[in-house]
């Protein structure tokens, strides 16, 4: 039996013309919904956006009322660089090969595809501003320009502006401040460690992140007139250390709420190789190692809330020209930080730790969508790798293979489904040291669990704690024989890896 050649009308050939431009990546591009992607340095969740009555984030707060709050988000690994080569590459640090911060992505993974490189390859304009890529010096700076439609744009990395801050710079780097060179111009060159915290009688302008954020309403406004839609990554570089603000923001600290760390030791039967964030210990008139008094915990904690003050000042200025423009109901607004941060818990400071207080982060999606989730919180476990798949969803573009997050844009439609079993996290022992044991970490539900792996993957020592709060208990729990089930099933769940521990399709 033969069948009639099928012959399409010219009617029947626009409509399949049209439905096929409609099934192309770019096709859509006037429909899908701008990006605004604000990310911050070395900021904790507790203290910054997630309704802590004694720190003044009424920004950040807003933003998390009108979309969904993660409360159980976290990094890969717990050092700028690295993490930011893990999320924004969607790929996890033994797929970068990125552990710190000397090296780019690329000599590992050349031919990998960015989150916004994605995007600009489906047709959005995308711009960075401010520390996105790792690296706010001159020394230091990891851009990735196939990643951007138009040159990143980084300010002055100004650090200190006090007389007397200056003068301890000096006297630590004589070598390089007594050439008489313009200061702003030396401290763009690379990091240099003067007095821990800073309260300048200054303008937001004066410091790298008001910059950055006048940048960015400057930069709004030209995009706005463009006919595609925009990616715009907005990097603030605070609170991470020194912790340098401009007065205000220090004077609207409630020095009466001002935490004090409940355990400034490490937790009971925690091996010694676990203390590994040894950054606050270089800075001038802080103690060079064991635990810190009672006063210098207290002034560092009211200077990193300063901080976070002045950051969620600078989102604020940010998301009302995104108001202004008439935009902020066509735009996917996140925020997020490259990791979290420790003030004294456990006897750490910094990040580079894999204990609950340098691995969670906070994570604020709000969409455009009126059918997503607003104002609501979400336990499920997700990762920053999760970043990369989940905004590609959320605008309708297709997910790259090779990326190895999960997307949880199913989150927005259902806070509350079944997700993950467990994130992966990851830090050595010690930086820059290949022979350093290597601590892989998962965080489930209920524990964090951390296996110690020596040269080879054999096991040098383990921790198992109890998570039935924000911050790490006072006991590791792997050597208790009551436990001793527990810490076989974090094994087997470590052993299978991420692909493992995704949730199951419904």
């Excluded at 605004?36 to 507790?46: G, I, K, M, N, S």
């Excluded at 000599?107 to 047709?123: C, E, I, M």
């Excluded at 003067?194 to 008001?210: H, I, Y």
């Excluded at 463009?226 to 250390?241: C, S, Y």
Aim: charged residues 25%; hydrophobic residues 35%.
């Amino acid at each position: 039996m033969t069948h009639p050649t099928f012959r399409p009308t010219p009617a029947v050939l626009l409509s399949i013309l049209v439905l096929s431009l409609a099934a192309t990546p770019d096709a859509a591009g006037a429909d899908r919904p701008h990006v605004l992607f604000l990310v911050a340095d070395d900021l904790r969740p507790d203290l910054g956006c997630y309704g802590n009555p004694a720190v003044d984030t009424p920004h950040l707060d807003r933003l998390a009322a009108e979309g969904l709050r993660f409360g159980r988000a976290y990094c890969q690994i717990p050092s700028c660089g690295p993490s930011r080569a893990s999320f924004l590459t969607g790929r996890r640090p033994d797929a970068t090969g990125i552990y710190d911060n000397r090296e780019s992505f690329r000599k590992y993974l050349p031919d990998a595809v960015t989150l916004p490189q994605h995007f600009k390859n489906h047709g959005y304009f995308t711009m960075s501003l401010g520390k996105v890529f790792h690296g706010k010096f001159q020394s230091e700076i990891r851009e990735d320009p196939v990643s951007w439609s138009a040159p990143a744009w980084r300010p002055a990395a100004t650090q200190y502006l006090e007389r007397e801050s200056i003068a301890v710079l000096e006297n630590r780097y004589p070598e390089v401040f007594d050439g008489g060179r313009p200061l702003e111009e030396l401290m763009n060159l690379r990091r240099f460690k003067g007095p821990a915290w800073e309260a300048p009688d200054a303008a937001d302008a004066d410091l790298t992140d008001g910059r950055t954020a006048a940048r960015a309403v400057e930069v709004l406004g030209d995009l706005a007139g463009r006919d595609e839609p925009f990616f715009l990554a907005v990097g603030f570089v605070k609170p991470h250390a020194p912790f340098v603000a401009p007065r205000r923001y220090f004077e609207k600290v409630r020095r009466d709420r001002v935490r004090m760390p409940k355990v400034r030791r490490l937790p009971e039967g925690s091996p010694d190789l676990a203390s590994t964030s040894r950054e606050m210990h270089g800075y001038h008139g802080v103690p060079e190692r064991g635990i810190f008094p009672d006063e210098t915990t207290a002034e560092l904690n009211l200077a990193y809330e300063a901080c976070v003050n002045y950051i969620d000042a600078q989102v604020g200025k940010v998301i009302a020209e995104l108001e202004r423009l008439g935009l902020r109901e066509e735009t996917l607004i996140v925020f997020a930080s490259d990791h979290g941060y420790h003030l004294g818990e456990v006897g750490q400071w910094c990040k580079n730790t894999n204990f609950e207080e340098a691995l969670r982060v906070p994570l604020v999606v709000s969409s455009p969508d009126p059918s997503h989730a607003r104002g609501r919180a979400s336990n499920a476990l997700v990762e920053l790798v999760d970043l990369h798949p989940a905004l590609s969803e959320l605008c309708g573009l297709p997910v790259h293979d090779e990326i190895e997050g999960t997307s949880f844009a199913p989150l927005l439609d259902d806070p509350d489904r079944p997700w993950k079993r467990a994130a992966f996290s990851q830090h050595a022992a010690k930086l820059y040291d290949p022979e350093a044991p290597v601590g892989r970490s998962l965080r489930t539900a209920d524990f964090r669990y951390v296996q110690w792996q020596g040269p080879g993957g054999t096991i040098v020592a383990e921790e198992l704690y109890d998570m039935d709060g924000t911050l790490t208990p006072d006991r590791n729990l792997a050597g208790d024989p009551e436990r001793s089930g527990a810490v076989e099933r974090m094994r087997d769940l470590l052993a299978g890896g991420w692909e493992t521990a995704r949730p199951t399709p419904r």
